[in-house]
């Protein structure tokens, strides 16, 4: 056989091994957990418990009003209230959320600023630990840490309470539903997710005997003690990748952790442009890789292997007679793009989509290489304004 049809081979064992093998990470079937029982209805606990809203909020002026009323808003049977932290935003924030919490009414609202960020913290994180700060002088039973950027449907909290309760977990997170509606962000956002469902199977970090640990920052529900057992956030103060970092600090102080895709929380941030998308991707992308140059090449020939050889294959199998090639190289595209199939349902999106994954896919490459090439010139991780030159990995241990 030629060079070019073992790597399509190679490619092949590859997807059937990823489909069967990888927690069947393509499936989005894992949304919150029914309660224990006969697991189709939902019983609602006898006494709900108190909860505060933490939002950290860096110049959202221009998300915060499709955001913040639907969390004023909660249905919640409870006492509950909402923190903003006012990160030093120069847009207006504060004031903004101070004249929506008047106008729309709902729970409570406080707005505090925690100032500039002492050295070695991240700016969401400082923010975080101001507002988390706040909420435990109330004695809540339960945080719940969501971005200024997060829609909540009216019965989110009350949902996520129930789950948490219900099937004794101490983090509950649900990866909302980013928005999906220019070109660019049909063709990347729904792969976003695919690729970190694929990093970090929802399964495997679902069972009791879990084997991976991760959760979705822009909606988590804390319990307070475990949060306070496991020094969150002072013990991952320089995460960039901050929810991987928090879900692991919850694991090693003995928390039971669950995440799944959400059905009634949505990102309201747009991205209409490549630009946008592109450094919401290279701003975390080498952290992720510990900052390691080994790790990057294993990634980018990996990236090669799996999702672009395949077409290369086909087409140049077809073309040039190579029928072991073009059949490998076919079978593997197919396996990708079926895998990708319920993802783009999930989105509401078309499944001709599903053939474009490799090409989503060297975008993602050529944004892990660019946030590598950030970092080493010294500009880190970039964002609203401040530059993490130096930022930790999520911490392995």
Known sequence: M???????????????????????????DQRLPPLRGDGHAREEPGAWPRVVVVVPARDEAGVLPLSLPSLLAQDYPGVAE???????????????????????????????????????????????????????ARGPEFLLLTDADIAHGPDSLRLLVSAAVGNDLDLVSQMARLRVESAWERLVVPAFVYFFAQLYPFRWINRPRPRATAAAGGCVLLRTETAVAAGVPEAIRQAVIDDVSLARA??????????????????????????????MVARSAYAQLRHSPPLLAGTVAGLVVVYLVPPVALVAGAAGGDAPAAWAGGAAWAVMAGSYVPMLRYYRQPLWLAPLLPFTASLYLLMTVDSAVRHHRGRGAAWKGRTYARPEAAPER
Request: glycine fraction near 16%; hydrophobic fraction near 45%.
């Open 2 to 28: 030629s060079t070019l049809a073992w790597f399509a081979f190679a490619s092949l064992a590859v997807w059937v091994w990823l489909l069967l093998g990888q927690g069947f990470f393509w499936r989005t």
């Open 82 to 136: 909402v923190i903003l932290v006012d990160d030093g935003s120069t847009d207006g924030t504060g004031s903004l959320a101070v004249e929506l919490a008047g106008r729309c009414g709902g729970l409570p609202l406080t707005v505090a600023s925690p100032g500039e960020p002492e050295p070695g913290w991240t700016g969401k994180l400082w923010a975080l630990r101001h507002g988390m700060a706040l909420a435990r």
């Open 250 to 279: 919850v694991r090693r102080a003995g928390g039971r952790i669950w995440l799944g895709l959400a059905e009634r929380v949505d990102s309201v941030r747009p991205y209409p442009g490549l630009g946008e998308l592109w450094r």
